[in-house]
């Protein structure tokens, strides 16, 4: 297991703002100088289409064609959610071998196709950065202090956790996918 840091360490780490972010470019900071690297997992999110309670779809120009129309607005508390990614990458430092962990979100208003979320993970082996990979995403999409409105024609929303969101997170700690995430 790698020795876990303190939360201010992992600040470095983390990036929430408005900014895009070029997954190539992070990868390769991840990776920078680390000749211990074997493996290097990620993930991103996007906006996509998504069905809103009166039966219509988001608005798209065209079928697979990204607008710059909002869709989705995603809101935060400054400070207090870089604080809650820190403490988790932490967390997840301690549960698994990993090398280094970058966690991008974006947060205001977001169209179809802008990339939301970036969560990625070196180790020395692929097994620990996929297992960590998917333990960040689980806990971002359960436990961070985000609030997402999704906006249509019909109006905005504010949408609320799921339950298949909270299963996924479930077996990181046993049947409390509420509970702390170590």
């Known amino acids: 297991m790698s020795t876990p840091t303190t ?11 408005t900014d895009d972010f070029d997954l190539s470019t992070e990868v390769a900071r991840l990776r920078a100088g680390d000749l211990g690297v074997g493996a290097v997992a990620s993930f991103v999110g996007t906006v996509r289409e998504w069905v809103h309670e009166s039966g ?23 400070g207090m959610t870089e604080r809650s990614i820190a403490e988790l990458i932490v967390s997840a430092r301690a549960r698994f071998d990993v090398r280094g962990v970058r966690v991008i979100h974006r947060v205001g208003p977001l169209a179809l196709g ?37 906006i249509s024609a019909q109006g905005s929303r504010w949408v609320e956790a799921r339950a298949s969101d909270d299963a996924a997170a479930a077996r990181w700690s046993g049947s409390d996918a509420h509970g702390d995430p170590a």
């Open 7 to 17: 939360w201010q360490d992992m600040l470095s780490c983390v990036t929430v703002g």
């Open 56 to 78: 219509d779809a988001t608005p798209s120009a065209a079928p697979h064609e990204a607008t710059s129309q909002p869709v989705m607005s995603l809101e935060h508390y400054p």
């Open 114 to 150: 802008d990339q939301i979320v970036l969560v990625a993970v070196s180790s020395a082996h692929r097994g620990d950065a996929f297992a960590c990979c998917a333990f960040l995403m689980d806990w971002l999409k359960t436990r961070a202090p985000f609030w997402k409105k999704e």
